[in-house]
């Protein structure tokens, strides 16, 4: 999930087709095509709400790097938070992620995207979540870090 977020942030930020590729790829590769069309379609809303109601620049990592910087651990965990129904964080997360108040749009588009993962069984796990933050930010293995 960390992964995607991050291919659809560069490709917003530069325009380039191949980082929303490089995005596309990973969940089709773990997803199967079908499943991933819908991920994909609501990661790119989920995103765009991101952007567009963020009142700073949000922080990503180049696609390839095995570790997540701050902002992609925030978006991982507001989506976590949506899968375990966890209003509150949800809501944090979201106001840490974009620094603006006006977080609905996104917490809406995370909670569909959210749904979309569940449905291609992809939960994310909290304690997966709280470990990836505290562990300085790197995940290894199989598991978390290679998910879309």
């Known amino acids: 999930m960390g992964v995607g977020f991050r291919c659809w942030l560069a ?7 191949a980082c929303w590729e490089n995005g596309w790829n990973e969940y089709n590769r773990l997803l199967g095509p079908s499943r991933a069309k819908r991920a994909v379609t609501e990661l790119a809303c989920w995103v765009r709400a991101v952007r567009s109601t963020a009142s700073r620049k949000i922080e990503y990592y180049p696609f390839g790097c095995a570790g997540f910087c701050a902002d992609e651990c925030m978006a991982i965990s507001l989506i976590a938070a949506s899968q375990h129904h966890r209003c509150p964080a949800m809501r944090a997360c979201a106001l840490a992620l974009t620094g603006s108040d006006l977080v609905e749009p996104v917490i809406d588009a995370a909670n569909a995207f959210a749904d979309a993962l569940q ?12 470990a990836l933050v505290a562990g300085g930010r790197k995940a290894g293995g199989e598991s978390f870090a290679d998910r879309p």
């Open 11 to 17: 490709g917003y930020d530069t325009g380039d087709i």
């Open 119 to 130: 449905e291609a069984d992809q939960r994310l796990s909290q304690e997966a979540v709280a």
